[in-house]
């Protein structure tokens, strides 16, 4: 079904969704030998990574540089994406086993995951926790721990003193009408301490970054609006692709950043 997904999506341009799937296909182990066909023809399909939107590359670019520093050289890691999207975080991996687990995508749960216990390398989340209801996000932790064999990835916006999070969601909200800003705001924004003692009480090694600017990182949804209200995108890429291969590696605030990007690790 995946692989007969991956080449649908390739049909109709969807080329992270196309790559991300036959990804899939590829952990999920259906024996086909045009896999590695496919795969090498899809990534020449990708676009641009840097031409991306800015926002966006800096998550990805910061968790696969995560991942693969942590990974290593010596053994071809698995990653699990919970929630992952249209699975773009597939294509800054491309060397790695990925498997895309999203309801609305590719109807893999991501709150109920069908998979055994210690079945990937790492499992990851990128932007999804701050949209869980307070009271699930326990569960949501836990399902990941228990898929991981090494450790879990968690980036996301967490409640930082300071940098206005309610204000600027209100301001994104009645301006923009972003349903991810109304569901930062329902939810609210976790906390790092509340992070600190899970990883405590489970028996787990934590290691916490920051992550991105807030204030670039707000800009840029105004950016990101203004361009497609104008429908000017050539200028959008070369604007995004400045920022992506020009200032990514300096974007990074210790004390107003716009996410964490932690790390919470299996002891043996």
Not at 18 to 33: I, P
Not at 48 to 60: G, V
Not at 122 to 135: G, L
Not at 172 to 183: D, P
């Amino acid at each position: 079904v995946h692989f007969d997904y991956a080449k649908n999506a390739s049909k109709n341009k969807k080329s992270y969704l196309a790559f991300a799937e036959l990804k899939t296909e590829e952990y999920l182990g259906l024996e086909n030998e045009s896999v590695d066909d496919l795969l090498a023809e899809f990534m020449g399909y990708l676009p641009n990574l840097s031409a991306m939107n800015h926002n966006q590359y800096y998550r990805y670019h910061s968790l696969a540089s995560e991942i693969m520093e942590r990974a290593g050289v010596k053994k071809k890691k698995s990653v699990l994406d919970v929630c992952g999207g249209q699975g773009m975080l597939a294509s800054f991996i491309p060397n790695a086993f990925y498997c895309l687990a999203e309801p609305l995508v590719n109807g893999i749960s991501g709150t109920n995951l069908p998979f055994e216990d210690a079945s990937f390398d790492y499992v990851v989340s990128c932007h999804v926790y701050e949209h869980i209801p307070q009271h699930e996000r326990k569960l949501f932790l836990d399902q990941m721990i228990k898929k991981a064999r090494l450790g879990v990835f968690l980036l996301n916006p967490f409640e930082v003193k300071g940098v206005y999070s309610d204000e600027s969601l209100e301001l994104i909200l009645e301006n923009i009408g972003s349903s991810w800003a109304r569901e930062h705001l329902e939810c609210s924004l976790p906390q790092i301490e509340q992070i600190k003692e899970y990883a405590l009480k489970n028996d787990l090694n934590i290691t916490i970054k920051s992550n991105g600017s807030h204030v670039a990182s707000t800009a840029f949804v105004f950016l990101d609006y203004f361009a497609h209200r104008s429908g000017n995108w050539p200028v959008w890429q070369e604007i995004n692709k400045f920022f992506n291969e020009k200032y990514n590696n300096i974007m990074s605030s210790e004390e107003y950043p716009a996410a964490y990007l932690i790390y919470l690790e299996k002891k043996y």
